[in-house]
């Protein structure tokens, strides 16, 4: 095992922040994604082969987004359709748009990578 294989095992297993839990979400927000994606695929399949894939889609995006940026857009792409001036600052800002346009391809990519339809 090389240098660097050993340095990342040796993180993982003391438990080093930075290099462990890079881009981790919190067990909170994982649990209201995993939710959410349960209720939008209600019907589609049973509850455990939801649980088990929106557990995986969320998992897939950790690893493009920090907690922090997947707030954003996760935020930006639910209220974007707001209707006025309420929907205003997610339609019109340009890094609200770009992290909601990052935000829809890595989701698609998550959702094509656990097999959900």
Sequence with gaps: MNK???????????????LSAANDFSTLTRVQYVQDCIASNQ?????????????????KLAESFTETEFEDAD???????????RG??????????????????????AYDSCRMR
């Design 88 to 109: 205003a600052m997610f339609r019109d800002d340009a890094d609200v748009v770009d992290g909601i346009d990052h935000f829809k391809k890595a989701h698609a990519e």
């Design 43 to 59: 019907g589609k399949m049973n509850i455990y082969e939801a649980t088990n894939k929106c557990s995986c889609v969320v998992d």
């Design 75 to 85: 935020t930006g792409f639910k209220y974007r359709n707001l209707p006025g001036d």
């Design 4 to 18: 660097a294989g050993i340095t990342l095992l040796m993180a993982g297993l003391l438990g080093i922040p930075g």
